[in-house]
């Protein structure tokens, strides 16, 4: 009969085994843990026998070679000349937004992109509690308790009035226990309809006709955090109020991809466990702090997580304009080539 203790062991030699750790030195380490030097070897012999192992030994031998890959493209990035980091572009038009950040799957922080939202310098807890104080608002509760609150977030809703969300924010200082995040879907409520209208005009690179099923709202206290995940299409994450600090991680992040649970991550990437994660020594983490007026273009499957500095509210919208819907598309007289 095999114990849990026999399962893990096991699965701690198969996996050491594929990252290309010797033999000896992996019977060497479990004799020290007690277990016998004819049992530790007999596994081995049936381990590099077995069909699955075969299997996963080609597919170990992809992986290193994708980290292999991106080891190197991180170090020829520096003949690009551009500076490491996040760029800020200003006066980005729809064109440019496309061809040196959609296209090539890299985020941006565009700082005038909200310049024109009456939200900006008017959203806050006082306004929301004049404006739309007796609205019923979903709000995440309970994250404290549970290590895996947003994966659970369907268990953790309650409803109250706008006010009394405000008042709570407010008054709790510094908190992670509750937050009004983007899956509790408030802007598409009738009731928050007047907050829709302090969104336009939109930011160039959107839709100006955005529609509040398209539109999110992230609004809690200092200290609320959104763990590391990945989102399946692109968003612009627009902060309205107070700072959010972002730290972000590209796609192919092997460390991350092979623990993933979901579109989530098991990892804090503000105090990485490197000792349940040492593939992600090498990692390239890209940090932002966004300030009111800021907005961040978070591209299609990238790693991120975020953490409140102050009391927060972001919108996150999805529908972006495209060149060609804004623009005629050039008609060629004679044929073209």
């Keep these: 009969m095999v114990t849990t203790e026999d399962l893990d062991w096991r699965l701690w030699l198969a996996e050491n085994l594929l990252r290309g750790v010797a033999p000896e030195h992996l019977c060497e380490v479990l004799a020290g843990q007690g277990l016998s030097a004819t049992a530790v070897q007999a596994e081995l012999a049936a381990l590099v026998a077995h069909p699955a192992y075969r299997v996963a030994r080609r597919l170990a031998h992809a992986v290193a070679r994708s980290q292999s890959l991106d080891a190197r493209a991180r170090k020829l990035a520096v003949y690009t000349g551009l500076p490491p980091g996040i760029p800020r572009r200003a006066n980005l038009s729809v064109e440019a937004f496309y061809r040196e950040h959609v296209a090539p799957n890299t985020p941006v922080v565009l700082p005038d992109?909200?310049?024109?939202?009456?939200?900006?310098?008017?959203?806050?807890?006082?306004?929301?509690r004049a404006r739309v104080g007796e609205a019923r608002v979903r709000v995440m509760t309970g994250r404290d308790a549970d290590p895996r609150y947003h994966q659970n977030q369907e268990?953790?809703?309650?409803?109250?009035?706008?006010?009394?969300?405000?008042?709570?924010?407010?008054?709790?200082?510094?908190?992670n226990d509750f937050y009004m995040v983007a899956s509790n879907r408030n802007l598409a409520r009738p009731e928050l309809a007047p907050l829709m209208a302090d969104l336009a005009p939109m930011p160039a690179v959107v839709e100006p006709?955005?529609?509040?099923?398209?539109?999110?709202?992230?609004?809690?206290?200092?200290?609320?955090?959104?763990?590391?995940?990945?989102?399946?299409?692109?968003?612009?994450?627009?902060?309205?109020?107070?700072?959010k600090v972002f730290h972000l991680v590209q796609p192919r992040e092997m460390a991350l991809v092979l623990h993933e649970e979901g579109y989530y991550a098991p990892l804090d990437l503000e105090a990485p466990d490197l000792a349940?994660?040492?593939?992600?020594?090498?990692?390239?983490?890209?940090?932002v702090e966004?300030?009111?007026?800021?907005?961040?273009?978070?591209?299609?499957?990238?790693?991120?997580?975020?953490?409140?500095?102050?009391?927060?509210?972001?919108?996150?919208?999805?529908?972006?304009?495209?060149?060609?819907?804004?623009?005629?598309?050039?008609?060629?007289?004679?044929?073209?080539?």
């Design 113 to 128: 992109a909200l310049a024109a939202w009456p939200a900006l310098g008017t959203w806050s807890p006082a306004y929301f």
């Design 155 to 175: 268990t953790n809703w309650v409803e109250m009035a706008m006010a009394a969300y405000a008042d709570r924010v407010e008054a709790v200082g510094v908190s």
């Design 209 to 243: 006709t955005l529609t509040a099923d398209r539109c999110q709202m992230w609004f809690g206290p200092a200290g609320t955090r959104t763990p590391l995940h990945r989102d399946t299409h692109p968003v612009l994450l627009c902060q309205v109020l107070g700072r």
């Design 290 to 337: 966004l300030g009111p007026g800021d907005a961040l273009y978070i591209p299609w499957n990238w790693w991120h997580q975020a953490r409140a500095l102050d009391v927060s509210i972001s919108v996150t919208l999805d529908q972006f304009r495209r060149p060609e819907d804004i623009r005629p598309m050039a008609r060629c007289e004679g044929g073209c080539e």
């Design 276 to 287: 349940c994660f040492p593939d992600f020594a090498d990692a390239e983490v890209l940090t």
